[in-house]
């Protein structure tokens, strides 16, 4: 089943790549694609900080994936300026 996946910050420059299209198989989670994106594409995802969205909620790890979400990943982020 294909699967857009969308990267933020560190992920996007550790990456390389903004937004990909990938075919993964049916019952993936958002923990398998994390896996999936370290194995094929070099990520370094796994045990450490990570946000997840499908098609623009966040949710879990365990969400498993449906034709055509949109998968979004992004490290925690801070700034603004404190008084």
């Keep these: ?3 857009s996946v969308r990267l933020f910050a560190t992920f996007r ?3 390389g ?14 923990q398998d694609l994390m896996a999936i994106l370290e194995t ?3 990520l370094r995802l796994i ?8 098609s623009q909620e966040y949710t879990t790890e365990n969400r498993v994936l449906q034709t055509g979400d949109e998968v ?3 490290p925690p982020v801070s ?3 404190g008084e």
Excluded: H, I, S
């Design 1 to 3: 089943m294909e699967v």
């Design 13 to 15: 420059q550790e990456a």
């Design 17 to 30: 790549w903004a937004e990909k299209r990938m075919d993964v198989p049916e019952g993936t989670t958002v």
């Design 40 to 42: 094929e594409q070099g």
């Design 47 to 54: 045990g450490r900080p990570v946000y997840a969205a499908v």
């Design 72 to 74: 979004a990943l992004f």
């Design 79 to 81: 700034g603004g300026r």
